[in-house]
């Protein structure tokens, strides 16, 4: 049994500041998000091997991909990190069983959500795949399900978990973190009890993994992703086949292949 650990940290349990997710603009809240970051992950992992997993991999899919403390990583698991030549999105190893979203927030636009977007929070708007609406976690669980792959545990603040139960099914193990009560206000639970949380989710999930179904969007693909101004639509060459223009600042991509389709965006 082989499981995926995509990472983010917008969702993590004891965030509630912008700054606690980003290098840019607080090195010591910062810091502390990178502590939360590790002591999450590490309940996931913890988790994984509970159920009867023999190999975790986890992939730090947030920012820069340099966010997690590396010395600190349960050395069980190994991890993908860096400028990666793949969609962000995309498994690095398709090769798994089981798929988990662990620090995921809710699309952009949801309403109470602690700091939604989707993928990038001052260029993207909407994105829709085939006419459904999504985020970042239907992107991901889409991609995912190229392979097969199904998603087993999301955790984040509870409208990204509310999410993951309308796209995945209720059969998905969510822990719910922290309530969402605006793009930069959370109610946040005690985080020892959260990371107790997650690992028992996760441990469920490996051991229920024949409940999940995989998220499969059937081919051709049209990926359509709404820029917040037409500046940023501007900068695409569109040939009117593979990729239009559908109005100022929507951007529409179509093709066979998701993984592609993805690192086009």
């Known amino acids: ?4 650990i995509s990472v983010d940290m917008e969702g993590l349990a004891g965030v ?3 700054e606690q997710v980003s290098r840019h603009l607080g090195a010591r809240q910062y810091h ?4 939360l970051l590790m002591a999450e992950v590490n309940a996931a992992v913890a988790g994984a091997f509970d159920g009867g997993a023999s190999d975790v991999i986890v992939h730090d899919n947030h920012g820069s991909s340099m966010n997690m403390q590396i010395e600190q990583l349960d050395p069980r698991a190994h991890v993908y990190m860096g400028n990666l030549p793949y969609p962000r999105h995309a498994i690095l190893e398709p090769d798994v069983d089981l798929f988990f979203c662990v620090g995921y927030h809710a699309a952009q636009g949801t309403m109470h959500a602690f700091r939604d977007h ?6 993207w708007s909407d994105v829709w795949l085939n006419g459904l609406a999504i985020g970042e976690l239907g992107l991901s669980a889409a991609c995912a399900g190229v392979y097969g792959v199904p998603v087993g545990l999301v955790v984040g603040d509870d409208k990204v978990c509310a999410e993951a139960r309308a796209l995945l099914g209720e059969e998905v193990e969510v822990v719910a973190v922290k309530t969402g009560l605006g793009r930069h206000a959370a109610k946040l639970l005690p985080v020892a009890e959260q990371h107790a ?3 028992d989710a996760a441990k469920r999930a490996v051991r229920r993994v024949e409940a999940f179904s995989p ?4 081919p051709p693909y049209e990926l359509c992703l709404q820029y917040t101004s037409p500046e940023f639509a501007d900068a ?4 009117g086949v593979n990729c239009w223009r559908r109005d100022g600042t929507t951007i529409c991509f179509k093709g066979d292949n998701l993984i592609e389709l993805a690192g086009r965006m």
């Open 197 to 199: 949380g997650i690992r």
């Open 236 to 239: 695409h060459a569109c040939d």
């Open 118 to 123: 989707t993928v990038s929070s001052s260029r």
């Open 1 to 4: 049994m082989r499981v995926y």
């Open 32 to 35: 502390d998000g990178r502590r």
């Open 215 to 218: 998220l499969v969007i059937a």
């Open 16 to 18: 509630a500041l912008r």
